[in-house]
């Protein structure tokens, strides 16, 4: 039962670099999420998917991008990395208003 | 802005305690109130959820109570143990969209 799979679990980029996370699940859900997790933050919206093809803003989308590649995988992309994004990220998937699976998260810093 | 209001940040207690944490949320479209639970290098995972129709809902030792015309909703841990020590996260969600809140870290005390 892999669930919410996320890769890479660690990375450390310089300011300025480019990198993409990957998610996929093997739940059949429609819905696909990532979130940002930072101290005294929260888990923070940058993006949502709710069906294959089609991607929305969540509450922090500046500096990344999305790509719904088919139902299974949703995909985050930092174009050029920054300080700021230090961060653990989390991707997750749900069923409509259902329950949502969270990945493992990937720990990513900047420097 | 904020949508989900998390309070307090940290909490203490003995075991055998009933931890309280609370939450508000703004906006009245929202639908569905799930808690989550997260473990040091972990990712959250649902504990227990509500929806607006009902009041109150219990699994096991951990309650949700709901105040629809308040807007807020509280989780109760019922004779908390040292493996209840997690951040707990409260959410709250409409169609597609789920917004959380910022988190409590609860330490449980033997």
């Known amino acids: 039962n892999a669930g919410v799979t996320q890769t890479p679990k660690f990375q450390v980029l310089k300011t300025g670099q480019s990198m993409t996370l990957q998610c996929a699940q093997d739940m059949n859900h429609n819905s696909m999420y990532w979130y940002r997790q930072d101290p005294g933050m929260g888990l923070r919206l940058i993006y949502y998917?709710?069906?294959?093809?089609?991607?929305d803003k969540g509450e922090v989308p500046n500096g990344y991008n999305v790509s719904r590649l088919n139902k299974r995988e949703f995909s985050l992309r930092l174009e050029s990395a920054a300080p700021s994004q230090t961060s653990v990220y989390f991707c997750?998937?749900?069923?409509?208003?259902?329950?949502?699976?969270f990945g493992q998260g990937t720990r990513l810093t900047v420097v | 802005q904020q949508q989900v209001k998390q309070s307090p940040q940290s909490l203490i207690v003995q075991k055998g305690g009933i931890p309280i944490i609370n939450c508000a949320y703004e906006?009245?479209?929202?639908?569905?109130f799930p808690w989550y639970q997260q473990f040091p290098g972990k990712g959250p995972a649902l504990l227990i959820a509500?929806?607006?129709?009902?009041s109150e809902k219990k699994e096991g030792r951990f309650t949700i109570s709901f105040n629809k015309s308040a807007k807020q909703f509280s989780l109760h841990i019922m004779d908390s143990q040292p493996g209840d020590s997690a951040t707990y996260f409260c959410?709250?969600?409409?169609?597609?969209?789920?917004?959380f809140g910022a988190g409590t870290r609860l330490t449980v005390k033997p």
């Open positions: 998917s709710a069906s294959e093809g089609t991607t």
């Open positions: 509500i929806r607006p129709d009902v």
């Open positions: 959410a709250a969600s409409r169609g597609n969209d789920m917004r």
């Open positions: 997750a998937s749900r069923f409509r208003n259902t329950e949502a699976f």
């Open positions: 906006n009245t479209a929202f639908d569905y």
